[in-house]
């Protein structure tokens, strides 16, 4: 027949090449009706052929193949092939479909993995068998019994998007000779019993034989293996001998040698899975020739050897000959005399559902009933015969879950109890751990496994050895003998009990476990062939080193590449799972496993795990991520440590999620069982202790890592400590355990010797108790050294459990940790020691002082504990930095700090503020045990969020907020989500007593930043409103939950809190909300609270302002954020903003900047290295600084000169390595190392871009434009532009740090900005600002700046394209000179570079009382004239900011009358019809009297309407603002422009009322369409202050 596709496709398939190929239009849009069929129908034996041409990796699924007996002409193609109904076979996957149903789940190849260039073929053989052909490999019998008349049907499913038939005739001759052998054999096996396997005779078995024992002597016992069914027979041909000369690859071998190799079984006392010189018995029967199998089994077959004896046997078992050394390949008989599969029997319990051909069995209304879903096998259990499911689905509501055994009664008999244990006869169940035999328990611990622990996709199998023994499987791990003896007869039994709902049948002869349970036996029958490696030779070399490689059983979605050095997931963008590798051997003690992150992928969450495991990787079913098994294994996961599948560690060491692409990561297990992992060669400390000596290491490419490789060379890998217990003594960068900022002077740490249960880690900072839940005490640590007078030892509580009584106690020692046996509790120590255990005083275990002034038992988690021995000897305890007063005195000089980690406390850290304190500390007056008052310091305190209700104004930097009109629309929200247990607490500063009711405050889920832009005129007026979102309050005295009343009489009444008063709330670690009075806990208000919430507070009622008192840091000052860089006031200025007082840029002595003579090849450094040049080209201008980038230093430069000969601009950024050796390339981008860049307004990590729309577009920047980098305290990147701190680009920058320049197209030249240049909050910058802003006025404290603008040296807008055609659009008009401010730095351009650059805000207040308006972006302003007649002081302070929208024509009529005019007309607008407007406002009458000259006219008009909107989003609608066409005299391309006025209007003249345009949609985020037209009659009530003009 021919090679062509028929004419008759599915919807989107286009054919071509004389159609021989089908391409899927839209490939990335849609995954189906892609369906292709044959010209004609199939001739038997011909393979119709196709190459994969085209794949994507969108979806899901691949090509699918196979035949129908529908003709094309006539077929209504369905969506996809397995749709086709009316006799059609279908190969999807590695699964056949008959008709859309599954006839078999596991055959031939997985298409679904096939690649591009890939052929696959379908054939109708002349028995009427379905083949199945893959790159000319035959995939033997997928179903028999087909008629003839079929035609090839091809599905471009999922990835696959294109094919081309490559041929459609019978095989080749080689295979036709194999095929035409294989009928003549099958002819034969009716008159002679000889044993064959895959058409080559016992007698040419010898080869085979000898490799198999070579195998089996190699390996010793021979793993299980299942049986092939006889559907799996392929025509393969099979060389007469192994001869090492025969050249193989590794997947002919497989195919050649796997009907072989699956029919063998372990030798288990007399079993037949012995490898002796006997025969292989072939099942020569199949469901459609009937003419040997036989459905019991009932048959046997005598099986010669030509070696040393034959086995005999009898149904259901195998005898093997005693005699003949070594393994012994025994005839299998029996069992595999039929394709008899094993399912699940007809008669079940009354809530199941059987489908899949009663391979699946399903428990009705899981949610409803619990029990009632036993389900049997259909027959009984041969001899060795594994009996394997899979659980496909659990629910979370039972307790239980699904057993599973063997029983002696006959399913057709009998009568089904609710669940099978309470059967008292015949049964054998696992329950559990357990073992139940006849419902009574027999066996309480069977196994580490627990059957109730198990999760979906989790196996479950069971074997009757021919011992008469009984074993359980779990995921393929033998869990050993469960029953010794148990009867000969019996049926495999499935309890779906509780949270069990689901199961499938797995057979053992489905292909991913063929390959993975043989792995090891094939490499040793072919060591040289296919993958010629020493580590897999017989014999191999001495002196090859046993390298550590990753074994080549891996997860579904990983693959081994570099011989065994890489691992990775090939498709990592699409599954972020199953890619578990192992190492090809145990580790030795003290070897250290490494790995490099080669790459990562930033679309999920979690990254790399690494641990090890007792389990064998050639045996082990791998699961989608290793902290799912269950037994054995021990994995670092995130900054914790998990032990089957339970966390052990919550807090260790760095955390794996925050690794890069080039960062390493390791682990070894020590002599003494001890388990340690490393990052970046820092050791993290001990992780796990009585670790057994033989494990495998283990890797998990989970989430975002994509690919690692194995680090050989461990000679560059810092030693491992003497003892590592004590835990590195370098912080890794970026740990979360790391304190930023901390006095590198203080070396108090605790010490390496501890109690039994105590651990040390983050370098000797923090310390913990393992098993907590299990363990309360032996945790006892103490400082490394004595502490010095007056110095303060001072930890933080990080967790606590609530499962015992009594806390932490602190205390000190004279006693020395090398000379102290460490007991249960400190206070059994009876010599030299002093210790506060609750409100308790304790000398030497007694009891020497009660109530003292604080009680430890009752702090929680962030309180901070202190200790300090004055220089009289006094002993002093502090609270959350709160002295508590003389303890106890008479202290000898050299005491050790000591912490007994007791009950309770779990968890404690070494805060910053340790080391040397004030003498002041340690005589202060104990004035409340509150936590203290801080002062709102800039990076240290709270800050509110710029999303606010309408009436509200923040002063103070967000530290204080101010109600300036009515009693409510005063919500404001926390800039930043709170942490677990981190106080929010404000202090009243102001109220009002004309008002009712108080201040409201709690938690929300509601996330300002995803809030329209302040203000907020839709928002709830108070916060017992406010329900868009969760939201937890108090009010009063009363809880509430989205305004719904959840308690009474809660603590004491807010309504009550007047001045100084404070209040505070926070999430604790249990879920509830506390709220807090003056710092009195008033206890848990709320349960169940989410995680990600933000505090919130509505200052209504009496309370008008409030100011916040807390910290956003809970440990000390030492780690805080550094104070703001932000200068005076260099923005825009239609806000100016509170200065920072003493906003130095670093907090330590600057380091003097240069760059580094290694550069790119186009740059000439001058003026002693602090400017740099382009010469040549527009690339090849890379430059780093010679120094490291301080923390928080600011890294400033300017731009000298720009060539707009070229595009583009120049790039900056941070690079975390050294630069001196650094290759540059011919631009930033193509650097792919630990660099992150800001390029135009994005921000890149290793070219992979993070972040859009980050700050101003850097090519825009003009000459004199100065930028800056500074990384913070918690180690953030910030890009400064003249000054303005434009936020956080990037985190996680690492130390050192190197500032990094690209000279690139337009920017030719920069220079470093040194100290005698004006920096960021310098005195030059502030005066050049203050004088700038003589107009400025201060508005109830808030300080505006009405016509400021930059310095002209630093004017942004100087060379502003769209400013220079705005001001050509100007000039056309010939307006006179006379109407505009004489000084151009007054006009402000507002396109998107330009107020990026100043960092503007979109929304400001102006005026008595405050009203918003909205900055005109996309316009540009040009300052007017003010007439010298107005009070401009008492305009700009008290008068409201408004637009109005006109016409060309109607412009220089509104100058010369300096006021808004009405009904102006001119060509470019139309005359208004008289109408009566919403607000009660009339039309004026154009045409009244048309005899009546111009004077008259006025004089009886009505006095004029104008519109006016507080934003240009309204004003600039072309029906206000129509639009005129113009040519540019400098670009002579023509435009479209508008105009308007920026005006002041007094308040009081106007009324504001709905729009007018009959807008459905908001038009501003900002303003209701209800509110956004304001309405004037009053002819002085407005003043022209500016004119708006808008080029398109």
């Given at each position: 027949?021919?090679?062509?596709l ?11 090449n004389?159609?021989r190929?089908?391409q ?21 034996r ?13 979806w899901?699924g691949s ?13 209504d193609f369905?969506?996809s092939?397995?749709?086709?109904k ?21 055959y031939?190849?997985?298409?679904d ?9 379908i054939?109708r053989?002349t ?6 052909w893959v ?16 035609w ?12 081309t ?19 003549e ?8 019993e ?10 040419e078995?010898g ?14 016992t ?6 092939l ?28 040698l ?25 099942d ?16 046997s077959?005598?099986g010669?050897?030509?070696d040393?004896?034959?086995?005999t ?6 005898n093997s ?13 029996g ?6 599969a094993?399912l ?15 391979k ?9 009933e ?6 049997m096998?259909?027959?009984p ?17 039972w ?13 057709n ?7 099978m ?15 139940l ?8 611990e069977?196994?580490e496994?627990?059957l ?28 050993g ?16 009990y509780g ?13 991913s ?12 029958l ?10 897999h ?8 080193p046993?390298r550590?490689?990753?074994?080549s059983n ?11 050095r ?9 599954d ?7 190492s ?24 790399i795990?690494?641990?090890?495991t ?10 989608s ?12 996961t ?10 052990i ?12 692409a ?24 001990p ?17 975002q ?28 960068p970026?740990?979360?355990?790391s304190?930023?900022?901390g ?14 249960n ?12 393992q ?10 640590v ?35 940790p ?64 709160v002295d508590?007063?003389?303890a ?5 000089p ?17 805060t910053?503020s ?6 002041s ?7 409340e ?6 002062s709102p ?16 104004v ?16 005063g919500?404001?929200?926390s ?10 607490e404000v ?17 929300t889920?509601l ?7 302040c ?17 937890w ?14 308690r ?5 009444s ?11 709330v ?45 910290s ?19 923005s ?5 903003r ?25 740059i ?24 490291p ?38 631009t ?17 990590h ?11 577009n850097?090519?825009t ?18 890009l400064?532009v ?9 985190q ?16 030719e030249q920069?220079?470093i ?12 910058v ?16 808030i ?33 006179p000179?006379g ?8 006009n402000?351009c507002?396109?998107?570079?330009c ?29 007017l004239?003010i ?15 408004a ?7 109607a ?23 008289k ?9 004026p ?10 004077r ?11 519109q ?11 029906i ?15 435009h ?26 908001p038009?501003?985020?900002?303003f209701?369409?209800?509110?956004i037209?304001?309405?004037t009659?009053?002819?002085?009530g407005?003043l ?9």
């Amino acid at each position: 027949m021919a090679a062509e596709l028929h004419p008759c496709s599915g919807k989107l398939i286009g054919l071509s090449n004389s159609n021989r190929t089908a391409q899927r239009n839209q490939p990335v849009q849609e995954f189906n009706h892609g369906l292709v069929l044959s010209r004609e129908p199939l001739k038997d034996r011909d393979v119709f052929t196709v190459r994969i041409d085209k794949k994507v990796n969108s979806w899901s699924g691949s090509i699918e193949i196979g035949v129908t007996s529908l003709d094309p002409a006539g077929l209504d193609f369905p969506s996809s092939a397995t749709g086709l109904k009316g006799g059609s076979w279908i190969v999807s996957g590695c699964s056949v479909l008959r008709d859309g149903r599954s006839v078999l789940e596991e055959y031939g190849r997985d298409l679904d993995q096939l690649s591009e260039g890939d052929r696959v073929g379908i054939q109708r053989s002349t028995h009427g068998e379905l083949h199945l052909w893959v790159n000319g490999q035959d995939c033997g019998a997928a179903a028999s019994g087909l008629p003839t008349g079929l035609w090839a049907v091809v599905d471009l499913y999922g990835k696959c998007t294109q094919v081309t038939v490559v041929s459609c005739e019978p095989p080749s001759l080689a295979e036709r000779d194999t095929e035409r052998e294989t009928v003549e054999e099958r002819e034969q096996e009716d008159e002679e019993e000889e044993v064959v396997v895959c058409g080559v005779r016992e007698g040419e078995f010898g080869g085979l034989t000898s490799a198999v024992n070579l195998a089996a002597a190699t390996n010793g016992t021979l793993e299980e293996v299942p049986e092939l069914p006889p559907t799996h027979n392929r025509p393969d041909k099979f060389p007469n001998n192994l001869e090492p000369e025969t050249v193989l690859t590794e997947h002919q071998l497989f195919d050649v040698l796997n009907n072989a190799i699956v029919s063998l079984y372990r030798s288990e006392d007399n079993g037949g899975g012995d490898l002796g010189g006997g025969g292989i018995a072939r099942d020569s029967g199949t469901g459609s020739r009937g003419d040997r199998g036989s459905s019991s089994g009932g048959g046997s077959v005598n099986g010669n050897s030509s070696d040393s004896g034959g086995g005999t046997g009898n149904t259901g078992s195998v005898n093997s000959p005693a005699g003949g050394g070594g393994a012994r390949l025994g005839a299998v008989t029996g069992g595999m005399l039929t394709n008899d599969a094993l399912l699940f029997h007809e008669k079940c319990g009354t809530l199941i559902k059987l489908s899949n051909n009663n391979k699946t069995a399903e428990r009705r209304r899981p949610l409803d009933e619990f029990n009632n879903g036993v389900v049997m096998t259909n027959r009984p259990l041969r001899h060795n015969e594994m009996f394997e499911i899979r659980i496909d689905k659990l629910v979370d509501k039972w307790s239980g879950s699904i057993e599973i055994g063997v029983t002696t009664h006959n399913p057709n008999n009998l009568d089904y109890p609710a669940t099978m244990t309470n059967l008292r006869s015949g049964t054998i169940m696992m329950s559990g751990c357990g073992i139940l035999t006849n419902g009574k328990g027999t066996r309480r611990e069977y196994c580490e496994f627990s059957l109730d622990e198990l999760q979906e996709g989790d196996h479950i199998g069971l074997m009757h050895k021919a011992s008469g023994a009984l074993h359980f499987y779990i995921n393929g791990i033998d869990q050993g003998v469960a029953a010794a003896q148990t009867p000969a007869v019996v049926y495999a039994v499935v309890d779906l009990y509780g949270m069990a709902v689901k199961v499938t049948i797995v057979h053992n002869h489905n292909h991913s476990d063929r390959l993975r349970r043989n792995n090891a036996i094939m490499r040793a029958l072919s060591p040289d062939v296919g993958r010629p490696r020493p580590a897999h030779s017989l014999t191999p070399d001495p002196d090859t080193p046993d390298r550590l490689l990753f074994h080549s059983n891996c997860g579904q979605k990983a693959a081994i590449i570099s011989e065994g050095r890489t691992a990775l997931r090939p498709h990592a963008t699409d599954d972020f799972n199953h890619g578990v590798v192992l190492s090809g051997r145990p580790l030795h003690s003290n070897e250290v496993f490494q790995v490099r992150i080669d790459k990562m992928v930033d679309k999920w969450a979690g990254s790399i795990e690494i641990g090890v495991t007792t389990h064998n990787p050639a045996y082990l079913q791998l699961p989608s991520t290793m902290t799912n098994l269950r037994s054995g294994t021990w994995m670092m996961t995130g900054n914790g440590v998990m032990h089957n599948g339970t966390t052990i560690l919550d807090e260790y060491g760095h955390n794996l999620d925050r690794l890069k692409a080039g960062d390493t990561v390791g682990v070894v297990r020590k002599e003494d069982g001890s388990l340690h992992f490393f990052v970046n060669g820092v050791a993290q400390g001990p992780a796990a202790w009585n670790v057994p000596p033989s494990v495998y290491a283990v890797v998990d490419l989970y989430g975002q890592a994509a690919q690692a490789t194995i680090m050989d060379d461990v000679a560059d890998l810092p030693p491992l400590p003497e003892d590592s217990s004590e835990g590195p003594t370098v912080m890794s960068p970026g740990s979360p355990c790391s304190v930023a900022g901390g006095n590198s002077a203080n070396d108090l740490r605790f010490h390496q010797l501890h109690g039994t249960n105590a651990v040390i880690t983050n370098g000797g900072r923090t310390a913990l108790r393992q098993n907590c839940r299990s363990e309360f005490n032996d945790a006892i640590v103490i400082s490394n050294r004595c502490l010095r007078d007056g110095e303060l030892f001072e930890i933080v509580i990080q967790k606590m459990v609530d499962r015992w009584s009594g806390s932490i106690e602190a205390g000190v020692t004279a006693i020395r940790p090398e000379e102290l046996e460490f007991p249960n509790t400190m206070t059994d120590i009876d010599y030299d020691t002093w210790m506060l255990s609750g409100t308790a005083i304790m000398q030497d275990g007694n009891t020497m002082r009660n109530n003292y002034g604080c009680d430890l038992d009752t702090l929680t988690t962030g309180s901070r504990i202190g200790m300090m021995r004055s220089a009289t000897g006094d002993l002093h305890y502090y609270i959350n930095g709160v002295d508590q007063g003389v303890a106890c005195t008479g202290l000898p000089p050299e005491v050790y700090a000591v912490i007994d980690l007791y009950g309770q406390c779990v968890q404690v850290s070494i805060t910053s503020s340790s080391g040397p304190q004030d003498n002041s500390l340690c005589t202060s007056n104990i004035t409340e045990k509150s936590f203290p008052i801080h002062s709102p310091v800039a990076g240290v305190a709270h800050r509110l969020h710029s999303k606010h209700g309408k009436n509200v104004v923040l002063l103070g930097e967000g530290c204080q907020a101010a109600r300036v009109g009515g009693y409510s629309h005063g919500i404001v929200f926390s800039a930043k989500e709170l942490k677990t247990d981190e106080l929010f607490e404000v202090k009243i500063d102001k109220v009002d007593d004309q008002w009712s009711g108080s201040l409201h405050m709690g938690l929300t889920t509601l996330a300002p930043p995803e809030l329209p832009s302040c203000p907020m005129s839709g928002m709830s007026p108070s916060l017992t409103q406010l329900r868009s979102k969760v939201t937890w309050l108090v009010a009063g005295s009363e809880v509430r939950r989205n305004g719904l009343l959840q308690r009474q009489n809660y603590g004491a009444s807010l309504d009550r809190l007047t001045v100084g008063n404070r209040v505070g709330v926070k999430r604790c670690s249990d879920d509830t909300m506390h709220v807090l009075i003056d710092g009195e806990d008033m206890g848990p208000a709320a349960t169940a609270v989410a995680k990600n919430v933000y505090a919130v507070l509505d200052l209504y009622g009496r309370v008008t302002a409030v100011s916040i008192v807390s910290s956003s840091v809970l440990e000390d000052a030492g780690s805080v954020k550094a104070p703001s860089l932000s200068s005076d006031s260099c923005s825009e200025g239609e806000e100016d903003r509170t200065p920072v007082e003493g906003g130095e840029p670093a907090l330590v002595p600057n380091t003097v900047m240069a760059f580094l003579e290694n550069h790119g090849k186009n740059i000439q450094l001058s003026h002693e290295n602090l400017t740099a040049a382009r010469v040549s080209s527009y690339n090849q201008g890379l430059l780093v600084t010679a120094q490291p980038l301080p923390r928080q230093q600011l890294f400033q430069f300017q731009i000298d000169r720009l060539n707009a000969s070229w595009t583009s601009s120049l790039s900056l950024g941070v690079i975390g390595h050294s630069p001196d050796r650094l290759n540059f390339p011919s631009t930033a981008c193509c650097l792919k190392r630990s660099v992150w860049l800001l390029q135009r307004d994005s921000v890149f990590h290793n070219s992979l871009k993070i972040c859009e729309n980050y700050g101003p577009n850097l090519d825009t920047c003009p000459e004199g434009t100065v930028l800056g980098l500074l990384v913070d305290g918690n180690s953030c990147l910030h890009l400064y532009v003249n000054g303005m701190d434009q936020g956080v680009a990037a985190q996680d920058i690492p130390t050192p740090c190197y500032p990094l320049i690209d000279l690139y197209g337009q920017c030719e030249q920069v220079t470093i900005v040194t100290n005698n240049v004006a920096t960021v909050g310098g005195e030059s910058v502030k005066a050049r600002c203050q004088g700038d802003m003589e107009k400025a006025d201060m508005v109830d404290g808030i300080k505006e700046s009405v016509c400021w603008m930059p310095h002209a040296e630093v004017n942004p807008n100087k060379t502003c394209e769209y400013q220079a055609l705005c001001s050509r659009f100007k000039d056309l008009l010939t307006l006179p000179d006379g109407y505009f401010n004489e000084d151009a730095k007054y006009n402000l351009c507002y396109c998107e570079s330009c107020h990026k650059l100043r960092g503007d805000e979109s929304y400001y207040k102006r005026g008595e009382p405050p009203r918003d308006y909205a900055l005109p972006f996309g316009w540009c302003r040009f300052a007017l004239r003010i007439k010298p007649h107005c009070d401009v002081s008492n305009s700009f302070k008290q008068w409201h900011i408004a637009y109005h929208g006109t016409s060309v024509g109607a412009l220089r009529r509104t100058l010369d009358h300096a006021q808004l005019l009405s009904g102006t007309s001119s060509i470019f607008s139309v005359s208004p019809v008289k109408t009566e407007g919403p607000n009660g406002y009339s039309e004026p009458e154009e045409n009244s009297s048309n005899s009546l000259p111009d004077r008259d006219r006025e004089r009886d008009r009505e006095v004029p309407r104008v519109q006016l909107s507080p934003t240009m989003r309204y004003s600039g609608l072309e029906i206000f603002a129509p639009k005129v066409q113009f040519r540019d005299p400098r670009s002579h391309c023509c435009h479209q422009a508008q105009v308007g006025f920026q005006v002041c209007v007094r308040p009081g003249s106007y009324k504001v009322g709905p729009q007018t345009l009959g807008a459905i949609e908001p038009l501003d985020p900002c303003f209701s369409n209800t509110e956004i037209e304001w309405i004037t009659k009053d002819q002085g009530g407005t003043l022209l202050y500016g004119l708006l003009i808008r080029v398109e």
